[in-house]
């Protein structure tokens, strides 16, 4: 194809040309914080709905390390210390979740229990000390004057009388401790919920690091992770006791059992009744470490999540907090996605906008009737409580000498850690090792997940971005333009460069520099350079300005969300890293170039220097936007990046196999790795070799002539 008429469709297709200059760096716009508004534009029909729902759950399952599932504990729950009392009994139970690490908490069985009773999961949410919690005598008549509780046991532990109350209404209950909480001191409350910052020495040593710490992150291991997981199994421990409906399960909690309670709703369909207090809102999102993980709402805020649950029941509470405007803003939203499914009357919210943050007696009725209509329990309305006999932490705790607590401590944390990491990496390579797939394995558990994190699918492939022309000049036998490129649903616009040769020869190379346009333009302008050459032999060169690392004046640092609590989950949980951004940025060129209507012969897409690991990951999703990679630093590894700011950080990047195994998913395509030892490559050659291309993959010690 001449150049010139190539060059003519890009001017068509722009819908608007400017005159003006391109700068050298790409800015992001402002960081998402857990603060902002995350309001939910309602698809259009139901099959649309439910392809949205569909990836909010593979963000959720991602931020909380289950893609892979890790190996998990088969439950075997310990039930013992029977107590009979007013219609219900009351007894204490733990299993084990991830192995070596226990969920502890009580079960509340009906005095007078049909055959089968539906059971509720009660989790307690940021009340102080959880199951054990008392409001003291003071607090305790304050919610009784102002009409907020009716009996003083309730006012002192709202947890335990919503679990009574269930038991009372026919329903076995199972109520647990968060991490940190009550029984649960394997992992301390100031580690999980009260973290603001660690030594670096001690976050990673020779016996395995941390939660919270750059390697901890970069395998998707988190504290909200740990509590999902715990989550799941107090579901399987649910369908395993004996006497319960398993069709009919429900979950409540509030505050921050409210997060765990959609969270889990949302991934887990066997929950068919979720009730998650002041917590559901387009405002705040969750202000502890427990409530937010990498990647949990980037493509969505708490709304998108509870729709997740749909069609099943769903009920909410809104109050004086940052559920307020919940009534005009999600609540209505939430309603046409349930008209969408024609099950509009499985939704409600109950407003009590005149109380502060609570679940508190009123509230709860309103959970009574949700749960009395889901479960076709038969009661009149309004379900009331009674008064009950309050136990104390001494009567709940499962801990005694029979029952001994197990190891706790920062050394056990590390150990689960490494346990946790160690199984979702055999499972990966357990992938590898099936001989007749074809590679499908791998690449059906880790693609979808490494596409998940760069935020681009094979949809979007086909998507045509808009190119505004800043200039276009005849240079030394070519032509030159540069201009800006905004991807469709995008904001910010990308400056890139293209470099048409007079006697161009249909084939492209996208050089990637994080120098931009200005290094490769200096690269080209030296005639003894491989990219002279290729430009010579008529091959159009292209690049683009990549998006900067604003942390930093050297340009090496991420942008965080706050420095006072240095946890990834603040910043990534909210916005993708810098370095997925760049992955973004090159896709969007390749995808604009691929759909032209004068398509290129072939696409190659070269890493030079510290832009090696951002093409690797481009090009693991690439898919049929370019024919091949060549990247630079093959000893580049995601697990050693020591800090959450550092420009190359990238939540999860390590957790597939690191370098080697986003590498993997570039086959069957011709991949050259530049700068990396042999015999460090396994998982990239298994999966090369599994798809007959072993010849296509080119790994080489040395650093490519071009990358310094």
Known sequence: MEPRRFVACLFALSLLVMSHQVVGQSTASELTTLDSHFPMQVPADKQAIEAQNEHVRTMLRLANGLIPMPELAEPSPVIYGRREMDGYSIEKIYFESLPGFYVTGNLYRPAKAADKAPIVLSAHGHWTDGRFYDAGDKAARAAIAMGAERFESAAHNVIQARC???????????????????????????????????????????????????????????????????????????????????????????????????????????????????????????????????YLRIDGGNIHIASCIAPRWLGMTAADDWTRTMPTDGFPELQRVYELFGAKNRVSLAPAIHFKHNYNHVSRVACYSMLNKAFGLG????????????????????????????????????????????????????????????????????????????????????????????????????????????????????????????????????????????????????????????????????????????????????????????????????????????????????????????????????GLGEAGPIVAVAGAVAGPLVDGCRIDRGDFRFQDVANIADANFVPGGARYLDLPGILALHAPRPLEVNGGAKGTFDATEAQYEKMGALGSLKIAEHKSADSQ
């Open 379 to 606: 009661l009149q309305e309004p379900i009331l409580e009674s008064d009950f006999q309050r136990l104390t932490a001494e009567e709940l705790t499962v801990w005694d000498d029979q029952h001994p607590a197990p190891p706790a401590g920062l050394d056990f944390e590390r150990k689960l850690l490494k346990a946790w990491h160690q199984s979702t990496q055999r499972k990966l390579q357990q992938t590898l090792a099936v001989a007749d797939d074809k590679g499908a394995g791998f690449r059906d558990v880790a693609g979808p997940a490494v596409e998940a994190m760069v935020g681009y699918g094979a949809d979007e492939a086909v998507a045509k971005a808009e190119f505004d022309l800043a200039s276009k000049q005849e240079d030394n036998g070519s032509l030159v333009m540069t201009g800006e490129l905004t991807s469709a649903g995008e904001a910010d616009k990308l400056p890139v460069y293209f470099n048409y040769p007079d006697q161009w020869n249909g084939n492209v190379t996208l050089v990637a520099d994080v120098g931009g346009i200005a290094a490769v333009e200096k690269r080209l302008a030296d005639p003894e350079s491989e990219y002279a050459k290729l430009l010579a032999s008529g091959t159009c060169i292209a690049t683009c300005d990549l998006p900067a690392a604003e942390g930093d004046d050297e340009g090496t640092k991420q942008k965080l969300v706050r420095q006072d609590r240095l946890a990834a989950c603040f910043t990534y949980g909210y916005n993708r890293a810098l370095l997925l951004r760049r992955a973004k940025s090159l896709l969007t060129l390749a995808q604009f170039m691929r759909n032209h209507e004068r398509t290129p012969k072939q696409i190659q897409m070269d």
């Open 164 to 294: 009574v109350q269930f038991a009372r209404m026919g329903c076995v209950v199972l109520n647990w401790d968060m991490v940190g909480h009550a029984d649960s001191q394997q992992i301390s409350i100031d580690r999980i919920h009260g973290f603001r910052t660690q030594a670096a020495e001690i976050e990673n040593t020779t016996d395995g690091w941390l939660l919270f710490s750059p390697q901890a992150e970069s395998h998707l291991q988190s504290p909200m992770g740990l509590q999902t997981i715990n989550t799941l199994q107090a579901v399987r421990v649910a369908q395993m006791l004996p006497g319960v409906d398993t069709s009919r399960i429900a979950m409540t909690g509030a505050s921050g059992g409210g997060t765990q309670t959609f969270v889990a709703a949302a991934i887990q369909p066997a929950i068919t009744a979720a009730f998650p207090a002041v917590m559901v809102s387009t405002g705040m999102q969750g202000g502890c470490t427990c409530e937010n993980a990498c």
